[in-house]
């Protein structure tokens, strides 16, 4: 059986792709069965869901994955009747000069709709200070005005670009040459630094008008909500101290409870590997990562008088995991995906306090087993170990208003007083500081080693993860017939 992202009748390799440039409202997914011909099998199951105007890899994530799991259920534990597929419309790939973007005749809608069909996977084709390169997250921007074509305004390395009707911003792009990788937009254009101006726009700053903005810290009925959407989940060393900065700011403010959100896509990924390939020296910028992670991640712990909760709505990994652990609860919607470990990144040792937290929560017998394992866990594998508090939510909008009430619940019971009062003791304790101190010191030992010494095997998976070269062989810890035939087990 294959599992279609699109309807019945839908046939083609780039299902999604289309279904955005045309504007469908309603899309779906289909399994059906294999057969010589494309996609022309009998169906199985199928389902449709209402088509979000949004990028290709989020809607994939989301409905198209949601869909694709009720489908493969009800095939497994139903009595499906296959029928035979009437019609079709057969689609070929979208190439490139259907991606492209003519900032002289697309409008932001049309620039919005061909880089979201194209993200994360090939890019959209456009042309910026005369470079062609391929775009990347895009948003719509309300006020600023530019000539088509023009780069009229920078923020957190993203470009505002002028539209036929409006502008755009672009946060991502990627150089044409093979080797290229997908880098943010400033970092490949740096001429523009001093050329145009630079709107910062503060995440706690309100605005009424479209705009990007990378993170975004609300408040509501004592909770301060914190927003960080880093693309792919990814933290370089400049977004962790801008996150770092919102961080502190929601630390003086009068609430009693501080809320991580992530995104709807990721929660956290750890630190950007990209960026880190692209620096002029890997080792010492991922040192400068690693630590910008660490002192956001010890601003969290250090946190004696609120309350922190993450509350992942996307998928998290790494060092974006024991960035959520770092919280006094974790919670995370049905649906999401965690990694929690490092070694497939060349044996990494990890650091982000995990040999304070993890412990903690799991209890010392299982950090190997959930370390060494290398394998995802889902929501609620997650939940039954230990590793977070609950799981609960099918949608992102309906993860965050339950998570809303249970917060909301907890700060106005009884036994909130006291728990921020235990909570105080303890950050405070001597004690708990040495052992805080103790931990990151030792992390960040092993870490060094891995970026400066003479084992290269973090260097050399990194550049083969951030250049997209495929494994040799499947790795031992999934191939676990190679295992049993070993008498490994």
């Given at each position: ?135 990347y997250n895009a948003f719509p921007e309300g006020r600023l005005r530019g000539s088509p074509g023009e ?23 990627r150089e044409k040459e093979k080797r290229a990788i997908k880098l943010p937009a400033l970092r490949v ?301």
């Open positions: 059986l294959v599992i279609h992202p699109g309807p019945p009748g839908d046939r083609g390799p780039s299902a999604l792709d289309w279904a955005i440039l045309r504007g469908e409202r309603v899309w779906g997914v289909t399994l059906l069965e294999a057969t010589e011909e494309y996609d022309a099998g009998d169906v199985w199951v199928h389902r449709t869901f209402p088509m979000r105007f949004g990028r290709k890899s989020s809607v994939y994530r989301n409905e198209v994955t949601e869909a694709a799991v009720e489908c493969v259920l009800e095939a497994v534990e139903g009595d499906p009747k296959p029928e035979p597929q009437s019609g079709g419309v057969w689609n070929p790939p979208v190439g490139d000069e259907l991606r492209r973007i003519d900032w002289e005749r697309d409008g932001t809608g049309d620039v919005l709709r061909k880089v979201y069909a194209s993200d994360s996977q090939p890019g959209a084709p456009g042309v910026l200070l005369g470079r062609e390169l391929y775009l780069i009229i305004a920078v923020r957190d390395e993203a470009v505002c670009v002028g539209t036929a009707d409006g502008a755009v911003w672009i946060t991502h792009v254009l740096p001429e523009l630094r001093g050329r145009v101006p630079e709107l910062d726009l503060d995440p706690w700053e309100d605005t009424d008008a479209e705009t990007y903005r990378e993170i975004l810290y609300e408040e509501e009925r004592g909770i301060g909500y914190i927003h960080f959407r880093f693309y792919n989940g990814a933290m370089s060393t400049e977004q962790c101290l801008r996150l770092l900065r919102t961080v502190r700011h929601a630390k003086r403010r009068p609430v009693k409870a501080l809320v991580l959100l992530g995104q709807e896509d990721f929660f956290s990924n750890g630190m950007n590997l990209n960026t880190i390939e692209n620096a002029e020296s890997p080792a010492e910028e991922s040192w400068r990562n690693i630590r910008a992670m660490d002192d956001l991640c010890e601003e969290i712990l250090k946190t004696s008088d609120k309350l922190t909760v993450a509350g992942m709505q996307g998928n998290a990994g790494a060092g974006g995991v024991f960035l959520a652990l770092t919280c006094d609860l974790v919670f995370a919607r049905e649906g999401v995906v965690l990694n929690p470990h490092y070694r497939n990144m060349g044996n990494l040792y990890g650091s982000e306090f995990w040999t304070y937290t993890l412990p903690r929560r799991v209890g010392e017998e299982r950090v190997g087993e959930i370390m060494g394992g290398r394998l995802p866990l889902s929501a609620t594998k997650a939940r039954d170990t230990g590793l977070i508090d609950d799981c609960f939510g099918k949608t992102p909008a309906e993860f965050r208003r339950k998570l809303r009430e249970k917060i909301e619940s907890f700060i106005d019971s009884p036994h909130f007083a006291k728990f921020v009062e235990e909570k105080r003791r303890e950050r405070e304790d001597p004690r708990w500081l040495k052992e805080i101190k103790r931990c990151r010191e030792e992390e960040l030992r092993r870490m060094r080693l891995s970026f400066y010494g003479f084992d290269t095997s973090y260097h050399i998976a990194r550049y083969y993860f951030v250049h997209r070269h495929p494994h040799f062989r499947t790795p031992p810890y999934l191939a676990v017939h190679r295992r049993l035939r070993s008498g490994s087990f």
